[in-house]
């Protein structure tokens, strides 16, 4: 069974920066993408954003694009979200997931992820 544990949660002020990893215990062959969502308080979990494993085709939600990076290190077993400028709507509980992706629109899709991390907590203050 595949593991997957974030990190790299925290409270930043808006405009600040941070880094989410998520490492992998193992690559399947039943894993080919992954992803982040997120879940604030009162909303419901949303994509982030998602890749697949091979690098050949990733997804960043207009509501984030142009401020988070999504990348993976093949090597290390290791998906990375980079968010840069944000903002206090950014504020939510952040989850990694690992599935198999069947087209590249999909990668927004929830249910093309059947293992998920614990999630971690990324809080904007303005």
């Known amino acids: 069974q595949v593991h997957l544990v974030e990190s790299g949660g925290g409270s930043v002020q808006a405009g600040g920066s941070l880094r989410l990893s998520c490492a992998a215990s193992?690559?399947?062959?039943?894993?080919?993408?992954m992803g982040w969502f997120r879940q604030g308080q009162w909303t419901e979990r949303e994509a982030v954003a998602g890749?697949?494993?091979?690098?050949?085709?990733?997804y960043v939600d207009d509501s984030v694009k142009g401020r988070f990076t999504i990348s993976r290190d093949v090597a290390k077993n290791t998906l990375y979200l980079q968010m840069d400028s944000l903002k206090p709507e950014d504020t939510a509980m952040y989850y990694c997931?690992?599935?198999?992706?069947?087209?590249?629109?999909?990668?927004?899709?929830?249910?093309?992820?059947?293992?998920w991390g614990q999630g971690t907590q990324v809080t904007v203050s303005s």
């Open positions: 890749i697949y494993i091979d690098g050949t085709t990733s």
């Open positions: 997931a690992a599935g198999f992706c069947t087209t590249p629109s999909s990668l927004r899709w929830q249910y093309m992820y059947n293992i």
């Open positions: 193992e690559y399947t062959d039943g894993i080919n993408c």
